[in-house]
């Protein structure tokens, strides 16, 4: 993985987060919510970084 890459973008987030009209479960964890979003990011990083790891 290089090093510049990051592994979490905090701004991406923020971004989402300053669209979030309500609190509601659905804006936060729903199908298309912020925290989907954060696990779905998080598990590709992991399985690129191990791809790689594996693949070279």
């Known amino acids: ?3 510049d890459e990051k592994l979490f973008d905090v701004s991406k987030v923020q971004e989402r987060l ?3 009209k309500s ?3 659905s804006d936060l964890t729903g199908a ?5 979003e954060i696990i779905k990011s998080t598990v590709e990083q ?3 970084a191990e791809q790689e790891a594996h693949l070279g």
Do not use: D, P, Y
Not at 32 to 36: A, K, Q, R, S
């Open 46 to 48: 992991i399985l690129k």
């Open 18 to 20: 300053k669209n979030v």
């Open 32 to 36: 298309n919510g912020v925290v989907h």
């Open 23 to 25: 609190l509601s479960w």
């Open 1 to 3: 993985m290089e090093q």
